[in-house]
């Protein structure tokens, strides 16, 4: 069965660098989003992104977040200046394109970030 | 104040009893979902349920829909050890955004 795939697995990375996590989304699927979840907590969203643009985005996805889908394959989240508080799992999703949101999401298995 | 909140936050049963896990929600919803998510791992899609759709059933699995009361229900029936994971409601709002609840802790005895 087709899968989303995240990489890597684990980010340790210092405060006020730079992070791109990279996913690979099932291939036939138009909807894609990041969602987070801070240890033991709800998983949030942050954005979702179709045809080439943002669609929504909360209000956690500010200045410093981006995302790109550079090839048509991958779709990346990039945090600009990390911060202690960015320290979460990173989750990747994408969804087929039936009409009215009737479809479930595809989860990655996450990327751990830890900023130090 | 959260769109979904799951109830209880943690369940501890035996093995082979049914657990039942309730969610509830503030707006309008194009559906519902319920997930599940073990341990260090990515979420799950159990099963969708529709706005006009007041239940459905998949294996084990039986979940309700209340639009008036703004409630759903997931029952996981004769419940195993490999149940044992959390298990996440999400409201569909309009047509892209998926918003999740804080999640029921859901452990199963041997």
Same mark, same amino acid.
């Given at each position: 069965e087709p899968e989303v795939t995240q990489t890597p697995s684990h980010q340790v990375t210092q405060m006020g660098q730079e992070v791109i996590l990279r996913c690979v989304p099932?291939?036939?699927?138009?909807y894609f989003y990041w969602y987070r979840q801070i240890l033991g907590q709800k998983v949030e969203f942050l954005v979702s992104f179709y045809n080439n643009e943002i669609s929504e985005k909360s209000?956690?996805?500010?200045?410093?977040f981006s995302v790109e889908? %550079?090839?048509?394959?991958n779709f990346t989240l990039k945090i600009r200046s990390t911060k202690l508080e960015d320290s979460a799992m990173y989750f990747c999703a994408s969804r087929a %394109?039936?009409?009215?949101?009737?479809s479930p999401l595809h989860f990655g298995n996450g990327t751990r970030l830890t900023v130090t | 104040s959260q769109q979904g909140e799951e109830d209880p936050q943690a369940l501890s049963i035996q093995e082979g009893e049914n657990a039942t896990m309730n969610c509830s929600y503030k707006t309008s919803i194009n559906n519902l979902q319920w997930y599940r998510q073990n341990s260090g791992r990515g979420l799950v899609h159990l099963i969708l349920i529709r706005s006009n759709e007041r239940e459905k059933h998949s294996g084990r699995l039986r979940v309700t829909l209340d639009t008036s009361k703004k409630s759903s229900s997931l029952l996981i029936t004769?419940?195993?050890?490999?149940?044992t994971a959390s298990y996440f409601c999400a409201t569909a709002i309009g047509a892209q955004k998926l918003v999740f609840g804080q999640g029921t802790r859901l452990t199963i005895n041997p």
């Open positions: 099932i291939s036939n699927h138009l209000e956690i996805f500010d200045d410093q889908r %550079p090839d048509g394959s %394109p039936y009409t009215g949101g009737n | 004769a419940s195993r050890a490999a149940d």
